[in-house]
């Protein structure tokens, strides 16, 4: 395995800063790109406390010119892209407000999206590089009270298989990582973020069943240990060929396949 140009989006915090570090320490040349200027801050002083040579950059993937300044400086040489950055959104989805789903598919899906699109066509001009998408084990599957975040997961698994197919005979690669729950806070702030305009004596939606879901976050192992993850993936993106899809804990591979199963045998 040759070592590799690779660029990831929000590794400010996270399976994405892990990763952005592991792969830089294993010889990678790693432009990770943060959200705002005081994680860039952040980032920089602790790639020199570890003495980790990581080049760090801002790129809000909803601002156009920070998309389009990455990919100005960074395009050519970028070998694999990892689309890591995400945002989270709980609630019953009979009552979040739309514009709060909205927000999600804007960082997940839309802005995910037009970043991948620069990249790609320098990819296919060359016919050569890596597209690689941070989705989750509820691209595939749902959960309660979880679908502003799960329906952004199962749009972006949709495009990512689709674009597969469509820019294989242009010798670009694509890929998903598709992670469980790991105890990073990303998954705590998540479902915390409904408190924001969930009220029990107004909303009809029973205060008792989402305990019931928010309680399992809480629960000792249902959130994993994120460095797992993090070896996972330095040892998965830069692979020159691997799966489409790509679960972890392994696991949750014949969970999924139990769930997608069961949803052609339910009754209402």
Do not use: C
Not at 92 to 98: D, G, R, Y
Not at 166 to 180: C, R, S, W, Y
């Amino acid at each position: 395995m040759n070592f590799k140009t690779i660029l990831i989006t929000g590794a400010g915090s996270g399976i994405g800063r892990g990763a952005a570090f592991g792969l830089a320490k294993a010889g990678h040349r790693v432009i990770a790109t943060v959200e705002s200027e005081e994680q860039l801050t952040a980032l920089l002083a602790e790639s020199y406390e570890k003495k980790v040579n990581l080049e760090v950059r801002k790129l809000n993937i909803l601002d156009a010119h920070d998309r389009e300044e990455s990919h100005r400086l960074y395009g050519e040489d970028t070998d694999i892209l990892v689309s890591n950055a995400a945002i989270g959104q709980t609630g019953p989805v009979a009552e979040v407000p739309v514009d709060l789903i909205r927000r999600v598919f804007d960082v997940n899906v839309f802005g995910t999206l037009e970043l991948a699109q620069l990249f790609a066509k320098t990819f296919a001009k060359r016919r050569r590089g890596k597209l690689m998408f941070v989705s989750s084990i509820v691209g595939y599957s749902t959960f309660p009270f979880l679908a502003p975040y799960v329906a952004s997961k199962h749009a972006l698994e949709a495009i990512t298989q689709i674009m597969r197919a469509e820019m294989e005979t242009l010798n670009v690669q694509v890929a998903t990582i598709n992670p469980g729950p790991f105890q990073t806070g990303f998954n705590d702030r998540m479902i915390e973020s409904m408190n924001t305009w969930y009220k029990p004596d107004s909303n009809f939606t029973p205060e008792e069943s989402i305990n019931i879901v928010r309680g399992l976050f809480s629960e000792d192992g249902f959130q994993l240990d994120p460095n797992d993850m993090v070896r996972y993936m330095v040892e998965l993106i830069p692979q020159d060929h691997h799966k489409f899809r790509n679960v972890y804990p392994e696991s949750f591979v014949e969970e999924g396949k139990k769930y997608q199963k069961g949803v052609w045998e339910q009754t209402v």
